[in-house]
């Protein structure tokens, strides 16, 4: 198996659907002649890629150490609140999807939080519902 090969093909995958669909993670097992249950596992390992879709704006937010130190519980409780979900679940309307994740590799300007690919440091629970409030 070459795994480089692999990661290109998933992040491929993810960019044309938004997530990995079982009928993709068929071909790449049958591809690479190894199970679907060891093709979940490559795809589980990275949090970059997911097996469901989510919504139109994903939330990350870090609760690391670093974070945490500097509030981050703060502005996960209050997403969550704002948004009516917990990590990993999507909004009923279908446009954010939450994640509170492990280190975001900004750990000196926390708390971090990510909306899909754009990076907001030192964000208060105010500001991040801003930033939530102004995803259209
Ligand atoms: S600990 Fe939050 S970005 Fe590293």
């Not at 519980?73 to 609140?81: L, N, R």
């Not at 964000?123 to 930033?131: D, E, F, M, R, W």
Request: proline content about 2%.
């Amino acid at each position: 198996m070459n795994d480089g090969r692999m990661m290109e093909k998933l992040h491929n995958i993810q960019t044309t659907y938004g997530y990995i669909p079982e009928n993709e993670i068929e071909k790449l097992a049958d591809e690479y002649a190894m199970s679907k249950t060891k093709v979940y596992g490559v795809i589980s390992f990275y949090s970059m890629f997911h097996t469901e879709p989510t919504g139109k704006y994903l939330i990350r937010i870090c609760n690391s150490l670093s974070c945490h130190l500097n509030r981050s519980d703060d502005v996960v409780t209050g997403v969550q609140e704002y948004l009516g979900v917990e990590s990993g679940e999507t909004t009923e309307d279908k446009k954010y999807t939450l994640e509170i994740v492990e280190c975001l590799g900004h750990c000196g300007e926390g708390p971090v939080m990510m909306v899909n690919d754009k990076i907001y440091t030192h964000v208060s629970k105010a500001a991040a519902l801003k930033i939530l409030k102004e995803c259209m």
